[in-house]
C-alpha cells in the first residue's frame, strides 16, 4: 500500500474515535463508609418543582426511575421506604453552554495554524470565528444513608448532547448514562 492510503487510513481511525466519545463519569464518596452492609435501596420521588425541571418530561423522569431500578435491583432488595439501608436521589441537569473557539473548514476545531494544504481551491480557506451554542447534559444520581440521612456516594454522567433527539432515543442516552454511573458503586 502506498504511504497517501495507509495516512488515510490513520485519519479514518483518529477521526472515529473523536466521535465515539462516551459520557465523562466521575463519582465521589464518604471515605470509610461501610458499602458492604448495604442490602435493600429505595428510590426517592422527583419533585419537579423548578424551571429546569418542569421543562423535563415526567416520562423522562419514570424512565431514570425504571433504568436505576433495575440496575440496582440486581445487586439489591428493592423495599418500601422506611425500611431501606440507603435512598436514591437523582437530577437531570440541561444546560446550555457556550464553545469558543474558532472552526477552520479544512481542519475543524483549533486555536494553531493550519498547515499545509493539499487542495490550494478557495472554497477550503477562512475559518468562523461564530461561537457555537449547544447543550451539556448532566445526569446526578446520589446515594444517601438511610438512617443518618447524609450523602454516602455521588455519581455524575456528562455529555454532549446533540439537537433532534427523538424521545427513544433519549431515552437509549439516558439509560447508558444510569448504567455507566452505576457501575462505579459501590466504590470499593
Request: glycine fraction near 8%; aromatic fraction near 14%; charged fraction near 20%.
Amino acid at each position: 500500500m502506498s504511504y497517501s492510503r495507509w495516512a488515510l487510513i490513520g485519519f479514518l481511525a483518529v477521526l472515529m474515535a473523536g466521535c465515539s466519545s462516551g459520557p465523562r463519569v466521575t463519582t465521589d464518596y464518604q471515605a470509610g463508609y461501610d458499602f458492604a452492609a448495604l442490602k435493600s435501596f429505595t428510590i426517592s420521588e422527583v419533585k419537579q418543582d423548578t424551571k429546569d425541571n418542569l421543562l423535563i418530561s415526567p416520562f423522562t423522569f419514570s424512565h431514570i426511575e425504571n433504568v436505576i431500578a433495575q440496575e440496582l435491583g440486581q445487586r439489591y432488595a428493592s423495599v418500601a421506604a422506611g425500611s431501606q439501608d440507603f435512598t436514591v436521589n437523582f437530577h437531570v441537569v440541561i444546560e446550555e453552554k457556550l464553545d469558543p473557539g474558532t472552526y477552520d473548514r479544512v481542519y475543524g476545531y483549533g486555536y494553531y495554524g493550519r498547515g499545509y494544504r493539499y487542495y490550494p481551491s478557495p472554497l477550503f480557506y477562512g475559518s468562523t470565528g461564530a461561537p457555537r451554542v449547544y447543550n451539556q447534559g448532566s445526569l446526578i444520581v446520589d446515594l444517601v444513608d438511610a438512617k443518618t440521612e447524609k450523602p454516602i456516594w455521588r455519581g455524575v454522567s456528562e455529555k454532549r448532547l446533540r439537537q433532534g433527539l427523538t424521545p427513544q432515543e433519549q431515552r437509549e442516552v439516558l439509560t447508558n448514562a444510569v448504567r455507566e454511573v452505576l457501575a462505579k458503586f459501590p466504590p470499593i
